[in-house]
């Protein structure tokens, strides 16, 4: 039997020892961005989501370890653990299968075969079962006990045939294999509960698809659907394959084929094994698009955090809307806000001139030279009365930006702390404006569900879709880095080796005593023990340290490291040192400086740009100065947009129009895509072909393949 260790040593397609050392360094405590970043020498310069992996991977065997140990210690309770038994629970790779084993020894609620044993009748089924050519009547007639509650030798057989039938129902083997079965050739059928009813899942009223074949978002759609009792799916197997695997597994191999056994074999399978099945594969299929939407999600997530911000210049957020107008904050180039006003663009022509009035007199007071537009109610006309506005700031550019969760964000605790002034409405205006800034740092503050980048993610289990999101989000701000004397303690939180306490408490830090002037300060910090300074030292930066290092990716433990390359490559020019490192030889370099090749490596390149954010190496998003409208759209016309979701069918697009446009997946390259996350992330910039336009609908069909590159 393999260790853990050597299970996803071969399921990672990496080296023993890297896995033992990685799972030894998760067990003292160290966060997967420390270790991915600090101790690449361990484990052969895994990334993080590798890692993510392993860890995940690691829970599950180590719980399917446990419920291993759980099973055979209740049946050896029962006295029925052997050898063979135990051995086939110790090589169950799936809690499915160690389930399967233990069925026959779980104790069960009251059934027919139950009922059928406690009337005696377990020693008939087992002599019917021998199916030696003994008539099951004759052999019946000598349990009819009208005090056990056997009255007849029909009653005696109906009894015996429900303890054979349970028996089947029993044997893994035969749920194993029926499993498979259904899994290859079984049909995943829907109906609609009333077909003249019209709903967006139409087009799952007649339904009929191979299980191999179905598609996540196919299974997810018709889930929801059964949930909100519109549709009735099931699980088919045509023809009697199902049957006969059952009466194959049943019926001895010999010249005798007993009818009775093959009747309640026929039972087993039509009235328990059969439904269960059912029921398992809709679990298994339900599970399988769960994680595949929940991978999916924080696939789109992470680009999405990792857009390039648009610094230091000072930005107007509009959060648009009809009846209480649309409001509006300007923020410096750190997000402090600076004004807040209300406007009316959309109650008719007057007023719409009195907003641009009052907006030119922000823009022109504070020096503007960014708009940021949220997407949602209204949009299309604020940004109409944007572009009329910037007639009069050539200087100034708009962008429309994803406002989902700033509502979320706007009515939380953490927003009336940061800001108690401010209602709600211009609350969520300025998480707009800081989105084009700095959207990291202001995406943080929101739940990651509430971003709006999945799909059905509201279906999803929720523990484990905020496990992977929250885990996308450590690796994003970790992967930047944070200023330790600007930074929210939303943000700090997500630091690795911080939590909430010791985050307020570097706010508070600084604030008593003025900013962080070295990293060392850290550790005079309330509850920031040894443990947690370790883990965190090296994603904190500190610009006003007069320790060069201190505002680098380069961790306290390696600074030694750090000065003797400098010595060793001659105090060469900061920006020099990874081509002057190559060309004296990384692995000489690093024996003498006494760390690993990778971690050198790392040195040299934090060195080289010291404060650099590695987003700023991404293309930068599109700002806009004109508007185009839906209507302006013509087939054949080519545009510039930026990809906004990446979903199993294909990408939605945002070409300027307020509705974003779909490339389906079979537009986005020539050749054939599984997934559309195999080309293409959230934030790409990318041309497009507009192919079709439904005014009615509000859809625009567009591909990718047939722009001209």
């Not at 019917?128 to 019946?140: K, M, N, Y």
């Not at 964000?409 to 700095?438: C, G, K, T």
């Not at 070295?518 to 005079?524: F, I, N």
Request: with cysteine; glycine share 6%.
């Amino acid at each position: 039997m393999l260790s853990i260790a050597e299970i996803l040593s071969q399921e990672l397609g990496q080296k023993l020892s890297y896995v033992e050392n990685v799972i030894a360094l998760m067990d003292e405590g160290n966060t997967i961005p420390f270790i991915a970043r600090y101790r690449k020498e361990m484990h052969g310069a895994m990334d993080d989501t590798v890692l993510r992996t392993l860890e995940t991977r690691l829970t599950y065997l180590r719980n399917l370890q446990q419920r291993r140990d759980e099973v055979k210690n209740s049946i050896e309770s029962q006295g029925k653990l052997t050898e063979e038994l135990s051995a086939a629970i110790d090589n169950a790779s799936t809690l499915a299968e160690v389930e399967d084993l233990y069925r026959p020894y779980k104790q069960k609620r009251r059934t027919r075969a139950s009922v059928a044993r406690e009337k005696g009748l377990e020693p008939l089924a087992d002599a019917i079962f021998v199916q030696d050519g003994q008539d099951p009547a004759t052999l019946a007639e000598a349990y009819v006990d009208a005090e056990k509650g056997v009255n007849s030798v029909e009653e005696a057989l109906a009894g015996a045939s429900d303890i054979i039938a349970e028996n089947l129902s029993d044997d893994a083997n035969i749920r194993k294999s029926l499993r498979n079965l259904v899994m290859r050739k079984g049909f995943l059928t829907c109906k609609a509960e009333d077909a003249e009813n019209d709903t967006v899942y139409r087009l799952y009223y007649d339904f009929n698809q191979p299980i191999p074949r179905l598609l996540d978002h196919q299974i997810l759609a018709i889930n929801r659907g059964e949930k909100e009792e519109i549709l009735k799916p099931t699980i088919t197997l045509p023809g009697n394959e199902g049957a006969a695997l059952v009466c194959r597994a049943a019926l001895k191999p010999t010249a005798f084929v007993s009818t009775f056994v093959r009747a309640a074999a026929e039972d087993a399978y039509e009235r328990l094994i059969f439904p269960s099945i059912q029921r398992e594969i809709r679990a298994d299929l339900s599970e399988r698009a769960y994680n595949g939407a929940i991978h999916n999600f924080a696939l789109n997530l992470k680009p999405l955090l990792m857009q390039p911000p648009v610094k230091g210049f000072v930005t107007m957020g509009l959060d648009p809307g009809y009846r209480n107008g649309c409001k509006v904050a300007v923020v410096d180039a750190t997000g402090k806000v600076l004004d807040t006003a209300v406007v009316y663009p959309t109650f008719n022509e007057r007023k719409k001139q009195e907003a641009i009035s009052q907006l030119s007199v922000l823009m022109r007071k504070h020096k503007v030279q960014h708009i940021a537009i949220g997407n949602g109610t209204a949009s299309r006309e604020t940004e109409a009365m944007t572009v009329e506005m910037l007639q009069s700031f050539p200087h100034a550019s708009y962008m429309i930006v994803n406002e989902a969760g700033a509502s979320v964000y706007s009515a939380s605790p953490l927003a009336a702390e940061e800001f108690p002034d401010y209602d709600v409405n211009l609350r969520s205006a300025v998480s707009i404006a800081r989105r084009l800034q700095d959207p990291l740092a202001e995406l943080v503050k929101i739940d990651p569900k509430a971003i709006g980048v999945g799909q059905y993610q509201h279906d999803c289990p929720q523990k484990e879709l905020g496990t992977a999101l929250g885990s996308v989000v450590e690796d994003c701000v970790n992967a930047v880095g944070v200023d330790v004397n600007t930074a929210s303690p939303s943000l700090l939180e997500q630091v690795s080796g911080l939590n909430s306490t010791t985050s307020k408490n570097i706010v508070a830090f600084r604030e008593e005593n003025g900013p962080f002037t070295s990293r060392t300060q850290l550790k005079k910090v309330p509850k920031l023990g040894p443990k947690a300074y370790q883990q965190c030292a090296g994603f904190l930066r500190v610009p006003e340290s007069k320790e060069i290092l201190d505002n680098t990716g380069v961790h306290p433990e390696s600074y030694d490291a750090a000065r003797e390359l400098l010595t060793l490559l001659g105090n060469a020019e900061l920006h020099e040192l990874p081509a002057k490192l190559e060309a004296y030889g990384a692995a000489k370099a690093a024996q003498a400086c006494g760390v690993g090749e990778p971690t050198l490596v790392d040195i040299a390149k934090e060195l080289s740009k010291p404060g650099r954010d590695p987003r700023d190496e991404l293309p930068a998003p599109i700002l806009r100065k004109d508007v185009l409208e839906m209507k302006d759209l013509l087939p054949g016309m080519e545009l510039t947009g930026t990809v906004r979701n990446v979903i199993d069918f294909g990408v939605f697009v945002d070409i300027g129009v307020h509705q974003d446009g779909l490339v389906h997946i079979s537009e986005v390259c020539n050749r054939r895509l599984k997934h559309p996350s195999e080309v293409l992330k959230v934030g790409d910039v990318v041309k497009v072909v507009v192919l079709s336009v439904d005014q009615e609908r509000h859809r625009i069909s567009l591909s990718m393949k047939q722009a001209k590159s």
